[in-house]
């Protein structure tokens, strides 16, 4: 008897385990195909965000090897990758419409709110 009622308390252990990982989000990112639908952005909006990201990432990349090589301290690398951040950022930004980043805003706290 110990051992069916054993079972069942592991089996429904396993079954609220895999349900509550299932029910997980995604961590947001703004440059997922989903979170471009959800703010409904246009063909010309995917492909200025494209060229962007394509135009950052050898920068950070450059940035990331540096310091791999040593070339920069860490301090140097955590101010030139915060500088780079910043920029692309606000390059981001330049992008959408005010709809669009009160949408992102919500979309990144999870929220609903209008």
Do not use: C
Request: charged share 30%; glycine share 4%; no cysteine.
């Amino acid at each position: 008897m110990k051992k069916i009622v054993f079972a069942t308390v592991f089996f429904l252990g396993l079954i609220a385990v895999s349900l509550n990982s299932s029910a997980q989000q995604k961590p947001f990112s703004p440059y997922s195909p989903e979170t471009m639908d959800a703010i409904d952005a246009t063909q010309e909006q995917r492909e200025t965000m494209k060229t962007m990201l394509d135009g950052y990432k050898p920068k950070f990349k450059a940035l990331k090897d540096s310091l791999n090589q040593e070339l920069l301290s860490k301090e140097e690398h955590e101010t030139q990758r915060r500088q780079l951040s910043a920029q692309s950022n606000k390059d981001y930004l330049k992008i959408w419409t005010p709809e669009q980043l009160q949408k992102l805003k919500e979309l990144r706290t999870g929220g609903n709110k209008k």
